[in-house]
C-alpha cells in the first residue's frame, strides 16, 4: 500500500510535467510566431512582387513565380494555424466553450476531417488553470484521432455532469481494440491523465461499440 508521502510526491511530480508540456507548447507557438512565421511572410511578401515583375515582363519564369508564391501563402496559414494550436487560447469565465469551437474549426481545416464542438454546457470555468488544462486534454485527444486513428468524424462536446463539467472527445477511427493502443500507452495520455489529476478531474478511455475511441475528461 501506497504511503501518503508517496502519493503527494506522485501528484506534485504529474503536476510538474503537465505544467512543462504547456511551457514548452508556449516556447514553440511563440518561436513559429516569432521567428518562422515572419520569415514565410516575407518570403510570401518577395514572391508576390516577383511574380508582378515577371508578368509585367512577360516572363517565361511566370509560372514558377507564381507557384512558389503560392505555396508561400499556404505555409503562412498552416504555421499560423500551428502555432493557434500551440499558444495558449484567451479563456476568460466561460470562454472554453469558445474556445473548443475554435479548436474544432482548425482542426477541420488543417486535415481536411469533419470536426464539430457541440456544447450542452451552462457552467462557467472561472479558474482559468483549469479551463487550459481540459482544453488541452481535448487538443491531445483531437490530435490522437486526425493523426494516429486516421479518424473521418470527430465530436467534442462539452456538458454539465452534476458537479462540475464533463468534456468528451469521440471519433470513428481504427480505436484500442485493433492493435493501435498509442492512446493506452504513449506520452500523450500520459500528459492527457497528469492533466486531468492536476484539476482533480478523472479521465477515461475507451473504445465504441462501432469502431473509433470515446475520451472523456469529467472534473469533481
Do not use: W
Amino acid at each position: 500500500m501506497q504511503s501518503p508521502r508517496f502519493d503527494a510526491a506522485m501528484t506534485e511530480l504529474e503536476k510538474q510535467i503537465a505544467e512543462a508540456s504547456e511551457k514548452e507548447s508556449r516556447r514553440i507557438g511563440q518561436e513559429l510566431h516569432d521567428a518562422l512565421c515572419q520569415d514565410l511572410a516575407s518570403i510570401n511578401m518577395l514572391s508576390s512582387i516577383l511574380e508582378k515583375t515577371l508578368k509585367a515582363e512577360s516572363s517565361a519564369g511566370l509560372r514558377d513565380a507564381e507557384l512558389i508564391s503560392e505555396l508561400a501563402s499556404k505555409a503562412v496559414a498552416s504555421t499560423r494555424r500551428l502555432c493557434a494550436g500551440l499558444l495558449p487560447p484567451e479563456m476568460e469565465d466561460g470562454k472554453l466553450a469558445s474556445a473548443l469551437e475554435r479548436l474544432a474549426i482548425n482542426y477541420e481545416r488543417l486535415f481536411h476531417k469533419s470536426c464539430k464542438f457541440i456544447n450542452n454546457s451552462a457552467s462557467i470555468i472561472s479558474d482559468k488553470s483549469v479551463a487550459l488544462h481540459l482544453y488541452r486534454i481535448a487538443q491531445q485527444a483531437t490530435h490522437n484521432a486526425c493523426v494516429h486513428s486516421m479518424a473521418i468524424n470527430i465530436s467534442i462536446n462539452l456538458a454539465d455532469n452534476g458537479q462540475g463539467v464533463k468534456l468528451t472527445v469521440e471519433d470513428d477511427g481504427t480505436g484500442i481494440s485493433s492493435g493501435n493502443n498509442h492512446q493506452l500507452h504513449g506520452m500523450g495520455l500520459h500528459i492527457m491523465k497528469c492533466r486531468a489529476k492536476t484539476i482533480g478531474a478523472v479521465l477515461t478511455i475507451s473504445g465504441r461499440s462501432t469502431g473509433g475511441t470515446i475520451v472523456e475528461c469529467s472534473s469533481l
